[in-house]
């Protein structure tokens, strides 16, 4: 079992940035490839960036490509989403979750356990 805890997220404005903090406890870190997503209202929890265990393997969303950049700190148990040139479409609530598979960057369904989640507001 891995509990993820997000921390971070605020009111910014448009243009403005935020770091996003995912801490994991419970197993080894560095076990766990993990993935951010976001779920704005009225919509669909969507893909934003993923990495795998040795950061190896890196992958976004072209929504968010060029400006949101993913990394991770496997001694500090810690992964992170910086975020940068936000833009009022990416208010949404974002979460971090993790893939018992270190090596890939899978799909939403790979993910195996989830954060309770952290607020990003953009205003215009």
């Known amino acids: 079992q891995v509990q993820l805890v997000e921390s971070g997220g605020g009111l910014v404005q448009a243009g403005g940035s935020l770091r996003l903090s995912c801490a994991a406890s419970g197993r080894t870190f560095s076990n766990y490839a993990m993935g951010w997503f976001r779920q704005a209202p009225g919509k669909e929890r969507e893909f934003v960036a993923a990495?795998?265990?040795?950061?190896?393997?890196?992958d976004y969303a072209d929504s968010v490509k060029g400006r949101f950049t993913i990394s991770r700190n496997n001694f500090k148990n810690t992964v992170y989403l910086q975020m940068n040139s936000l833009k009022p479409e990416d208010t949404a609530v974002y979460y971090c979750?993790?893939?018992?598979?270190?090596?890939?960057?899978?799909?939403?369904?790979?993910?195996?356990?989830w954060g309770q989640g952290t607020q990003v507001t953009v205003s215009s």
């Open positions: 979750a993790a893939d018992r598979n270190p090596l890939r960057v899978g799909d939403e369904q790979m993910y195996d356990y």
């Open positions: 990495i795998n265990w040795n950061a190896g393997r890196i």
